[in-house]
Structure formats: structure tokens, C-alpha cells
């Protein structure tokens, strides 16, 4: 079984300060690695992912994360934030060997740019 | 990028009636698409996988006869929650993967109210 860790519920940060979102993952299988954000009262839109390849992955909004495999981590941060990255992210993992596509997500993290 | 699109985007129904929400993939053809409840301040919760001509695969402790879905075409599946009750209030969020492609594509969600 899979399973996904964000120990941080929520991460205050003052606009165009660096930002890290913690997340550690559990499984007996490879795994594809997800980044996903969502906006008040709307669905989730594909940050960034990790398929294989190299560990560093760049996503759309100036957001990257890095593979850590012997961690099981896959940490992600933006070097300046903005008040429009305001919203609640999601770390997500799939198997990679599966018969479905079936995402297993992490509890979210609210990342909340103060002016 | 593919569209899903799910509708309604709010509801408030009467406790006992029954809601159906519908998910449709705008330009592509979906043989499997999945069902998530959103709890307020939570993670997403696979309900079921819908897989079209067939039975959707519900996740343990999901009540079948409570919400029932069915996807009849490539491009459509639907959520019905059966005899709604306030505790069914939630947001209800739909994906799906074009060409079984590793990356879920979301619809913008359903808020549920029952009262």
C-alpha cells in the first residue's frame, strides 16, 4: 500500500520569500510523483510530475521539485513567492506498475503569501 | 492541455433526494475515470474508479448503493448520491487520464449541500 506524508497543514511566507512544501511518500512498488494545486471551490491543476529521468523537476509557475529516492521525498519550492500562489497543494503518488492510474494524495498543504 | 468538465458546480438538495453530478471529457475519450470526496480542510478520497461498459470498483468503506455511478460512454460518468443526508455534504471532485496517459486531468468539482 502507498501513502503520502505532508507533515506541514500550513506554511506562512511573505510575498517574494523562498518557499519549501514537505512530502514523504511510502510504498513497496515504484512510483510516479505528483504535485498538484487548487484554488477556493475549484479542482486541481497539474503543477508538476516526476516520471523518471532526471530528479530535478520543473513545473508551470516557477515551482520545482527534486526526487529524493533513498529519503522518499519529494520536496517542492519556489525561490519567490507571490500573493497569486496563494492556495492548497497537494503531493500525490501513483503506482507506477499498476493496472490503473489511481492517485493515492497527501493531506494538503495551505500556503498562505503574506504582503 | 485535455478538459474535464463537471456539472453541476454547486447543488443544494433536500435530505432524501437524489443528486447526480456528471463528468465529461471535452476532447477526449475517457475508458476510465475516477470519483474523489474533498471533506473541508482534507485530502481528496478516492470513492471509486468508473470504468466505461462496466462496473465502477469501489474503494473499502464506500457504500455502493449510496453512490452510484455510471459511465455509459467514452466521454461521460456520472454520480448519483442516492437518498442524500447532511453528512453527504462535500465537495465531490472527478479526474481522468487521456489515452491512459500518467497525468489526471481534473474537473472543476461539485459543492453538495443538503439540507
Known amino acids: 500500500a502507498q501513502s503520502v506524508t505532508q507533515l506541514d497543514s500550513q506554511v506562512p511566507v511573505f510575498e517574494e520569500a523562498p518557499v519549501e512544501l514537505r512530502c514523504n511518500y511510502s510504498s513497496s512498488v515504484s512510483v510516479y510523483l505528483f504535485w498538484y494545486v487548487q484554488y477556493p471551490n475549484q479542482g486541481l491543476q497539474l503543477l508538476l510530475k516526476?516520471?523518471?529521468?532526471?530528479?530535478l523537476v520543473k513545473g508551470i509557475n516557477g515551482f520545482e521539485a527534486e526526487f529524493n529516492k533513498s529519503q522518499t521525498s519529494f520536496h517542492l519550492r519556489k525561490p519567490s513567492v507571490h500573493i497569486s500562489d496563494t492556495a492548497e497543494y497537494f503531493c500525490a503518488v501513483s503506482d507506477r506498475d499498476g493496472a490503473t492510474n489511481k492517485l493515492i494524495f497527501g493531506t494538503g498543504t495551505l500556503l498562505a503569501v503574506q504582503p | 492541455g485535455a478538459v474535464v468538465s463537471q456539472h453541476p458546480s454547486r447543488v443544494i438538495c433536500k435530505s432524501g433526494t437524489s443528486v447526480k453530478i456528471e463528468c465529461r471529457s471535452l476532447?477526449?475519450?475517457?475508458?476510465?475515470m475516477f470519483w474523489y470526496r474533498q471533506f473541508p480542510k482534507k485530502s481528496l478520497m478516492l470513492m471509486a474508479t468508473s470504468n466505461e461498459g462496466s462496473k465502477a470498483t469501489y474503494e473499502q468503506g464506500v457504500e455502493k448503493d449510496k453512490f452510484l455511478i455510471n459511465h455509459a460512454s467514452l466521454t461521460l460518468s456520472t454520480l448519483t448520491v442516492t437518498s442524500a443526508h447532511p453528512e453527504d455534504s462535500s465537495f465531490y471532485i472527478c479526474?481522468?487520464?487521456?489515452?491512459?496517459?500518467?497525468?489526471?486531468?481534473f474537473g472543476q468539482g461539485t459543492r453538495l449541500t443538503v439540507v
Open positions: 476532447d477526449f475519450q475517457a475508458t476510465t
Open positions: 479526474s481522468a487520464h487521456e489515452g491512459g496517459g500518467t497525468e489526471a486531468f
Open positions: 516526476y516520471l523518471s529521468g532526471s530528479t
